[in-house]
T-cell receptor, first 111, second 111 residues
Framework: SAVISQKPSRDICQRGTSLTIQCQVD?????MFWYRQQPGQSLTLIAT?????????ESGFVIDKFPISRPNLTFSTLTVSNMSPEDSSIYLC????????FGQGTRLTVV | ELKVEQNPLFLSMQEGKNYTIYCNYS?????LYWYRQDPGKSLESLFV?????AVKQEGRLMASLDTKARLSTLHITAAVHDLSATYFC???????????FGTGTSLTVIP
């Protein structure tokens, strides 16, 4: 199994600003993903974070809004850029090799 | 795009009863995962099913996978209040490149 540390756990941000969320895995993992979860909803995949190359984004998500870095096999960041209240949500990172484990989540509120 | 559907979406059951949650998916995949999410918490991995006919059991929960029918079930035996949570199934594309979640089933066990 893998343990994923995600931070911050929550933040309240002003609209127009950016927030970077970090995920650190305690072992090397092949896959890392970033999700968004609205209250009471399922998880929506934002992108797959690829080590050493650009992230692969799902339909409806773009790099300019959600830039992702993955400099090595244990670490990734997601930035939510130029935030608006519609970006208020829970953001989750996940990683694994044969199965996916999850970070604790970041509860973002944009005011 | 791979679609993953669960039913029911909401389930209220009495303690001691049995019930099954169903997870259907729309494309070929041999790998299916079940997760539990408590309110305000991240996702906890329950089961990893990696082949047709796979069955796994942990306590009062048993999961199975039929890849030909593209169906997985999560069976709850003699429910207890501690099982109240939201349960998600998830499927990947067999290459670990994309990972999609079902709609979730919100389970409430009533004493």
């Amino acid at each position: 199994s893998a343990v994923i540390s995600q931070k911050p756990s929550r933040d309240i941000c002003q609209r127009g600003t950016s927030l970077t969320i970090q995920c650190q895995v305690d072992s090397q993992v092949t896959m890392m993903f970033w999700y968004r979860q609205q209250p009471g909803q399922s998880l929506t995949l934002i992108a797959t974070a690829n080590q050493g190359s650009e992230a692969t984004y799902e339909s409806g998500f773009v790099i300019d809004k959600f830039p992702i870095s993955r400099p090595n096999l244990t670490f990734s960041t997601l930035t939510v850029s130029n935030m608006s209240p519609e970006d208020s949500s829970i953001y989750l990172c996940s990683g694994g090799t044969t199965e996916a484990f999850f970070g604790q989540g970041t509860r973002l509120t944009v005011v | 795009e791979l679609k993953v559907e669960q039913n029911p979406l909401f389930l209220s059951m009495q303690e001691g009863k049995n019930y099954t949650i169903y997870c259907n998916y729309s494309t070929t995949s041999d790998r299916l995962y079940w997760y539990r999410q408590d309110p305000g918490k991240s996702l906890e991995s329950l089961f990893v099913l990696l082949s047709n006919g796979a069955v796994k059991q942990e306590g009062r929960l048993m999961a199975s996978l039929d890849t030909k029918a593209r169906l997985s079930t999560l069976h709850i035996t003699a429910a207890v209040h501690d099982l109240s949570a939201t349960y998600f199934c998830a499927v990947d594309d067999n290459a670990g490149n994309q990972f999609y979640f079902g709609t979730g089933t919100s389970l409430t066990v009533i004493p």
